[in-house]
T-cell receptor, first 111, second 111 residues
Framework: DTAVSQTPKYLVTQMGNDKSIKCEQN?????MYWYKQDSKKFLKIMFS???????INETVPNRFSPKSPDKAHLNLHINSLELGDSAVYFC??????????FGQGTRLTVV | RKEVEQDPGPFNVPEGATVAFNCTYS??????FFWYRQDCRKEPKLLMS???SGNEDGRFTAQLNRASQYISLLIRDSKLSDSATYLC????????????FGKGTRLHILP
């Protein structure tokens, strides 16, 4: 059983499209995150949710909108995709401010 | 001082050698500290927690120095399979503060 699973694993799409990445965790954790890892391999937090409540919203374009229907899911919707959005997006979850567990990542390529 | 700073490497060391990484952090109120390992094109995975009293797990030893605000990771008798990027991770004291990932130190173990 995969603890944190995200889909799709690979996503190739054209500029201007709207796409979603789904994330689910079966660990019972209260907190979920979205991270972006760019070509320089720097892992940067985008959003953090705790029990469906938005806790952290870093300086991310408002084309990125997270949605948490319940505490086990945190989806990421991206509007009007741009070339610079190409990166690997990781979902993660953690219990109360302790170690985070990551999904396998979604490699997004915008062409 | 940057929030979390690591030497990016790469460290190229022969198999069997001992290698040490350091990481410094700027927020003295930070609560928890971890080392993560990330293999190429994979998600980060927890390697070990870091405590002031030191933490040893087989060939790996992690140490926290709160006074100087740095953490360290020592790998003894390095194996080829230790080749990866090692990420220093700092968790905040407050729930609405973000988890900070270092940019990682690349390690190559040479046969």
């Amino acid at each position: 059983d995969t603890a944190v699973s995200q889909t799709p694993k690979y996503l190739v799409t054209q500029m201007g499209n709207d796409k979603s990445i789904k994330c689910e965790q079966n660990l019972g954790h209260d907190t979920m995150y979205w991270y972006k890892q760019d070509s320089k391999k720097f892992l940067k937090i985008m959003f953090s949710y705790n029990n469906k409540e938005l806790i952290i919203n870093e300086t991310v374009p408002n084309r990125f909108s997270p949605k948490s229907p319940d505490k086990a899911h945190l989806n990421l919707h991206i509007n009007s995709l741009e070339l610079g959005d190409s990166a690997v997006y990781f979902c993660a979850s953690s219990p109360q401010n302790t170690e985070a567990f990551f999904g396998q990542g979604t490699r997004l390529t915008v062409v | 001082r940057k929030e979390v700073e690591q030497d990016p490497g790469p460290f190229n060391v022969p198999e069997g050698a001992t290698v040490a990484f350091n990481c410094t952090y700027s927020n003295s109120a930070s609560q928890s500290f971890f080392w993560y390992r990330q293999d190429c094109r994979k998600e980060p995975k927890l390697l070990m927690s870091v405590y002031s009293s030191g933490n040893e797990d087989g060939r790996f030893t992690a140490q926290l120095n709160r006074a100087s605000q740095y953490i360290s990771l020592l790998i003894r008798d390095s194996k080829l399979s230790d080749s990866a990027t090692y990420l220093c991770v700092v968790f905040p004291a407050r729930r609405d503060d973000k988890i900070i990932f270092g940019k990682g130190t690349r390690l190559h173990i040479l046969p």
